[in-house]
């Protein structure tokens, strides 16, 4: 059973950046494909940005391509989102999410989420 926990999120000012991360634990995600998630208020949640087990692909919604960047370090059992040029329509629960297949997009397994808020 993997247990994902994110962390970094914060209150940050348009174009502003931050980085989130989301450690693993229980079981190694090396052969997981990871993503990332957000989900606003009012609103249904939804993807953001996948990577595949080896991290040599990579997927994203398309308001945050050019933004945003998602990496793996299968070492250290983590998967950072590198948020850049922050608006605030990035203002959301950012979840973190694993599964053990061929997807970019994996919805198995969720962290309890980080919030971000960005403000104008």
């Known amino acids: 059973q993997v247990q994902l926990i994110e962390s970094g999120g914060g209150l940050v000012q348009t174009g502003g950046s931050l980085r989130l991360s989301c450690a693993a634990s229980?079981?190694?995600?090396?052969?997981?494909?990871m993503g990332w998630f957000r989900q606003a208020p009012g609103k249904e949640r939804e993807f953001v940005a996948g990577?595949?087990?080896?991290?040599?692909?990579?997927l994203y919604t398309d308001s945050v391509k050019g933004r945003f960047a998602i990496s793996r370090d299968n070492a250290k059992n983590t998967v950072n989102l590198e948020m850049n040029s922050l608006e605030p329509d990035d203002t959301a629960v950012y979840y973190c999410?694993?599964?053990?297949?061929?997807?970019?997009?994996?919805?198995?397994?969720w962290g309890q989420g980080t919030q971000v808020t960005v403000s104008s």
């Open positions: 999410a694993a599964e053990r297949a061929t997807t970019l997009v994996p919805q198995d397994y």
């Open positions: 229980g079981d190694t995600i090396s052969d997981c494909a």
């Open positions: 990577i595949n087990w080896s991290g040599s692909i990579t």
